[in-house]
C-alpha cells in the first residue's frame, strides 16, 4: 500500500487553466527542504554525499546541489554524466557498466573537462583494459546480492586481483561501488539487520584489499532505501577511507520512499505529475490523463497516489489512460477537474517530461528543460559526421 497524505495548499497552482496535462511539477522550497535535511543527517558534512542524478535530471536541480556545497555525484548515464560535467561538478562516478562506444564517449567527456575527476565501475579485466590510457578513476562494483551487476562479494581473491590490475594499466584504484537495493522491499528493521550483514562483509573485503598493499580511497554505499541503514552503521566511522552514501530519490521523494524512510527525517514530496480527470466511463471508475508514458509503471501498480484524495485508488495504466477506482459512497472528481499525482517511482517519472514547472507560492516561477533526460544522441561524433539526422 502506498503513503497516503492529506492536501497541503503549498502544491496547488493558481494558474492550473493555462497548464497542459499530464505536466511534471517542481517546488524549489521543497527540494531545498530535502537537501537541507539530508545535510544535516550526514552531520552537515556535504562531502559524505555522493548524490545519483538519475532523480534529479535537471541542470537547475544539480545546481542546487551544489550550491549547497555537494560536488561529488553518481550517474548512469553518458547524458547525466556530460550534465553534471557542465553543471560545475567536481567528481562524477558513471555507476553503470559502459562498454565499446559508450566507453569511448565517457572518455572524451573525462578529456573535455580534465578538471573533473570522472570515474567508471569494473566488474572484470576487460572492462579494466578498455580504459588503459585514459584519464578516468575506477571503482570496483561490488555485487551484494542484487544479482544487477558487479563482483560477487564473496569472490574476495577476485576483487583483490581486480583491484591489482587497475594499478597494472597504470589507472587510479578509487575505492568499492556496493548498491544494496535490493534490500528495499523489507520491513525496517529487517533491512537494517540484513544492510548491516552486508557492510560487515564489505569491510572484510577492504580489509584483504588493504592487506594485499592497496589503499582504498572510497567506498559508496546506500541508495534511499538503505540510506538510514548506513547511517546507522557504526563500522564506517574513523576509517581511513571515506564513506558515501548515494540516495537520489530523497532529493524529490515518491511515495514509495516516503514509506521506507522514517518520519523524523521531516521529507517531503518536491516533485507531482499536474493531471486533470477526462473521463468516468461506468459509476465507480474515473480516468485522467496520466497513463504510463506520464507515470512510471515500473515499479508495480497504483503508480501513484492522489493527494487529498483517499478516497480514489489508480488502477492498471495504459499509454496516455490512468484509470482510478472510486470509493463507494464518495463524490469522485469531476470531468475537467486537476488532481495532483505523487509517483511511487519519481526518477522514471521525471524521464518522462521534456520541461518541468518551476511552483513557488502558488505561482509558475519558471519553466525549466529536463537536461538529462534519456539519452545523448546513438553516434559518436566522428560517426555522425557521415550521417544526416532529419527532424
Request: aromatic letters at 6%.
Amino acid at each position: 500500500m502506498l503513503i497516503e497524505l492529506p492536501w497541503d495548499e503549498c502544491y496547488s497552482i493558481s494558474s492550473v487553466e493555462d497548464v497542459l496535462t499530464p505536466a511534471l511539477v517542481l517546488y524549489p522550497e521543497i527540494i531545498a527542504s530535502n537537501l537541507e535535511r539530508t545535510l544535516q543527517l550526514l552531520g552537515g558534512d556535504p562531502n559524505r554525499w555522493r548524490v545519483h542524478i538519475k532523480t534529479a535530471k535537471l541542470s537547475y536541480t544539480v545546481r542546487m546541489l551544489i550550491e549547497r556545497g555537494i560536488q561529488n555525484f553518481k550517474s548512469a548515464t553518458t547524458l547525466e554524466l556530460l550534465t553534471a560535467c557542465e553543471c560545475g561538478a567536481q567528481d562524477v562516478l558513471l555507476a553503470y557498466p559502459a562498454m565499446g562506444a559508450n566507453a569511448r564517449r565517457v572518455r572524451e567527456i573525462a578529456e573535455q573537462f580534465p578538471e573533473v575527476r570522472v570515474s567508471v565501475l569494473a566488474e572484470n579485466k576487460e572492462q579494466v583494459r578498455q580504459w588503459r590510457g585514459s584519464p578516468v578513476g575506477v571503482f570496483l562494483d561490488v555485487n551484494p546480492g542484487m544479482n544487477r551487476t558487479g563482483i560477487e562479494q564473496t569472490d574476495t581473491a577476485g576483487i583483490v586481483a581486480l583491484a591489482h590490475a587497475i594499478h597494472l594499466e597504470a589507472l587510479e584504484f578509487r575505492g568499492l561501488h556496493y548498491y544494496d537495493g535490493q534490500l528495499g522491499g523489507l520491513e525496517e528493521r529487517e533491512r537494517t539487520v540484513a544492510a548491516h550483514a552486508g557492510y560487515d562483509h564489505l569491510l572484510e573485503l577492504v580489509a584483504e584489499i588493504e592487506r594485499s598493499g592497496k589503499a582504498v580511497l572510497e567506498v559508496i554505499t546506500a541508495g534511499t532505501p538503505t540510506f538510514p541503514c548506513s547511517l546507522s552503521y557504526a563500522g564506517f566511522h574513523k576509517r581511513a577511507f571515506m564513506h558515501r552514501v548515494s540516495p537520489g530519490v530523497a532529493v524529490y521523494c515518491d511515495a514509495a520512499s516516503l514509506a521506507q524512510l522514517p518520519k523524523e527525517y521531516g521529507y517531503r514530496p518536491a516533485a507531482l505529475v499536474l493531471t486533470r480527470v477526462v473521463s468516468q466511463p461506468v459509476s465507480g471508475i474515473l480516468t485522467c490523463d496520466a497513463g504510463h508514458k506520464a507515470i512510471s509503471a515500473d515499479a508495480g501498480v497504483p503508480t501513484c497516489a492522489v493527494l487529498g484524495h483517499p478516497e480514489l485508488t489508480p488502477l492498471s495504466p495504459s499509454e496516455e489512460h490512468l484509470p482510478m477506482a472510486v470509493n463507494a459512497g464518495t463524490a469522485s472528481p469531476r470531468i475537467g477537474e486537476a488532481l495532483y499525482l505523487l509517483p511511487r517511482h519519481v526518477c522514471p517519472t521525471v524521464n518522462n517530461f521534456d520541461c518541468a514547472l518551476l511552483v513557488r507560492d502558488g505561482q509558475i516561477e519558471s519553466m525549466e528543460q529536463v537536461s538529462a533526460r534519456g539519452h545523448e544522441a546513438p553516434l559518436l561524433r566522428t560517426a555522425n559526421q557521415a550521417v544526416r539526422v532529419s527532424k
